[in-house]
RNA sequence: GGCUCCGUAGCUUAAUUGGAUAGAGCACCUGACUACGGAUCAGGAGGUUGGAGGUUCGAGUCCUCCCGGAGUCACCA
């Protein structure tokens, strides 16, 4: 028996997927018996293999059709051949069986149990070796106008776990978060709190910054939704609906459609509020004073919404400082061409992707997102050096990164092939959309509360930690609600749209965070009581279990998930399996004594193994942001 | 209308990237501890993978055409 290889390896084929050490050697084996058999020159995608499915005796499946061609005989003897190659080259094959075009081979015991006692407490497992790769991941671009909301906690969420998947799978990675602190939105918000404020500050009302500050941004909308009303009476509205209706238009129709422009040209407020803004684009000390005050109030809501998901960010950009940026990079566009200019205005010809002509400095000589977007990315290049950077942003921005991106190779910036934009589906609400016209946009704040107090009531009936510190108590509870929530956003595939169903977002039964999160406190509770015992019996034990074979191949397959996980920036693949693993020890768990195992051996193994489960189960919820409790 | 994405059981979803009889959870029905924690386990019922063709040993997955939904097509961010 070969021993197991003392670090961690994943090959990867020509497709670059992830394979653990034992696929790898199969297939290598496969590709020299095809070589040796028949003389035929395998390539490796041609020699799949895959787990074995559960209905089948085996663990790993070689497909042979491919090599009918090749062989000239039938899928069945091909099998036979190859299993029997196999089993007499490669150690760690002890026996096959073949059905149809299915090579099943059944991996020694001995094998698994090794796997087992040498990875146990390998710190590194799951954990890959340094790439040398600089990785950029920006996951929150809130405005400052409003609190975060159930958007934001998926785009979070995503961010986070993606970046916590990238460095384990070696990169080194930086976390950053672009605020969107100006514009006519917190102009809005500072009318409103100047107006009608009265000094007041969220300390005296005893109320979070951000939702403090959001309150006069909705109170600026009621203001000028009743201006507006009492203006549609008023015969200069007449006029203007004369004017400016198409044929056809009903009134209500036109002044639905007219509320922008009304805000530009008519309303008082809407002048209010660009004055605001313009007196803080020409620097006036006092709007400045008045806008930091607010922002500042609003990040340390922020702040606190961050700190209860549990995430953090190790650069914070403000568009206040970068809104400028893109000046250099577009002189040097103009400068080789590719760019194009009319008057102020500067554009780009982006019709060869479909996106026609995109504007890139407005005909007023202002910037757009575009143009930031440029001068920002550069700017980290400067400062960070990344290889890549990936943007998690919502997949309405499909074609501003595709647009991005494409003029950033056409500048042949040397970053511009390490581009990814990381397009996560918007979240639905059973009843459709949010919308925060309807009021139906569910703040970040309180489902974290929700799903807290949901957890809470749960422990309170089952009364397993009643007896500990109300501390503790509340430590347990926090880790349970909010694995419920994370769980639930992180398990689906980010790129689709997701419904939210805040009732089922509270479940712990099933498919859920606290699932998993039982799992480890059962093992935890099973470990405390067998302090003493010896792991070296472990070793003694010779046949194994199917429960606990199926244990062990779900560990060993971690690092792959890890990788693959990696490679798609898609930690649902960790959630899933999580949950898989999760589901696996609780049914070895109740098929099999622990404690009270058979033997010594058995006894020592079992512990060995749950003893990994746990550890497993831990790293790959850590991955997620989720932490796991020792009693719940 | 152009481009992009999506469509799997009543609901929420998975499928090792072209592999075996499409897996789970919720909800519904039926069972299982004087056992190491029942937030558990086992079983039942529930599917023409939106539809029709095609490619091949083999298609939920690839190609074509339809149907349905979403996003985008700004000198907004």
């Known amino acids: 028996m070969c021993s197991v290889a003392k670090q961690w390896h994943i090959y990867s084929n020509q497709r670059s997927m992830p394979m653990s050490e034992l696929t ?141 998947i990238l460095e384990a799978a070696g ?61 549609q009476q008023t015969e200069v509205a007449e006029r203007v609906f004369a004017e400016r209706h198409q044929e056809g238009q009903s009134k209500a129709a036109f002044f639905k459609a007219f509320k922008n422009q009304y805000f530009n040209e008519f309303s008082p407020l809407g002048a209010e509020a660009r004055e605001m803004l313009r007196k803080w684009e020409a620097g006036d000390e006092e709007t400045l004073r008045l806008w930091r005050m607010m922002n500042n109030w609003v990040l340390e809501g922020f702040e606190e919404t961050y700190r209860k998901l549990g995430v953090s960010f190790d650069k914070t950009y403000l568009e206040s400082d970068t809104y400028l940026l893109g000046k250099e990079i577009i002189e040097e566009g103009l400068a080789k061409g590719i760019f194009h200019k009319d008057g102020k205005r500067i554009w780009i010809d982006l019709s060869n992707i479909g996106l026609g002509e995109k504007t890139i400095i407005k005909s007023d000589g202002t910037s757009t997102y575009t143009s930031q977007d440029l001068g920002t990315a550069r700017m980290r290049y400067e400062e960070f050096g990344f290889h890549r950077l990936i943007y998690v942003v919502g997949d309405e921005q499909i074609s501003h990164f595709q647009g991005l991106f494409e003029i950033l190779r056409r500048l042949d910036e040397p970053y511009a092939n390490g581009l990814y934009h990381l397009a996560y589906g ?47 108590q509340e430590d347990i509870v926090r880790k349970i609600g909010m694995a419920a ?69 779900l560990l060993y397959q971690y690092p792959e998930v890890v990788a693959t996980a990696a490679r798609e920036y898609d930690p649902s693949h960790v959630a899933n399996y999580a949950y898989n693993l999760a589901r696996a020890f609780h049914k070895f768990y109740h098929d099999y004594p622990i404690l009270k195992a058979e033997s010594e051996a058995a006894r020592a193994f079992r512990l060995e193994l749950s003893r990994m489960v746990a550890r497993v189960l831990e790293q790959a919820m850590h991955l997620l942001g989720i932490e796991m409790p020792e009693r719940m």
């Open 24 to 164: 790898h050697k199969i297939q290598q084996g496969v590709i020299e018996a095809a070589r040796a058999l028949y003389g035929a020159e395998l390539l490796p995608q041609q020699a799949v293999i895959q787990p074995t499915r559960k209905d089948f005796e085996g663990d790993y499946t070689a497909v042979v059709f491919p090599l009918m061609r090749l062989a000239r005989k039938q899928p069945e003897a091909i099998g036979e051949e190859i299993g029997q190659w196999l089993c007499t080259h490669l150690e760690e094959v002890e026996r096959y069986n073949v059905v149809k075009g299915f090579l099943n081979l059944v991996i020694a015991d001995s094998y698994w149990n090794q796997f087992v006692r040498t990875q146990v407490d390998a710190t590194d497992f799951g954990r890959f070796p340094a790439s040398g790769q600089k990785i950029m991941v920006e996951y929150a671009s809130p405005n400052t106008n409003k609190p975060l909301h159930l958007g934001h906690i998926r785009n979070i969420l995503l961010g986070w776990s993606i970046s916590q």
């Open 426 to 472: 918007m979240v639905d609400l059973p009843s459709g959309r949010m919308k925060s016209r309807e009021g139906t946009v569910v703040d970040a704040d309180d489902l974290i509360e929700e799903v807290v107090e949901e957890a809470r009531q749960h422990a309170a009936e089952r009364g397993e930690i009643a007896e500990l510190p109300a501390e503790q």
């Open 171 to 231: 990169h080194e990675v930086i976390k950053t978060q672009i605020v969107n602190d100006r514009g006519i939105a917190i102009c809005r918000s500072m009318v409103a709190w100047k107006r009608w404020g009265n000094g007041t500050t969220p300390e005296q009302m005893g109320k979070k910054g951000d939702h403090f500050v959001g309150d006069f941004y909705v109170l600026f909308s009621k203001k000028f939704e009743e201006e507006y009303a009492a203006w």
């Open 485 to 553: 929530l994370k769980f639930f956003i992180i398990k689906v595939n980010p790129r689709k749209r997701m419904t939210f169903d805040p009732a089922e977002s509270v479940d712990m039964q099933g498919q859920t965070g606290p699932y998993v999160q039982n799992a480890y406190v059962r093992i935890r509770s099973v470990l405390r009581k067998a302090a003493d015992y010896e792991a070296k019996h472990a070793a003694d034990y010779e046949t194994l279990q199917p429960g606990e074979r199926e244990l062990v191949k």
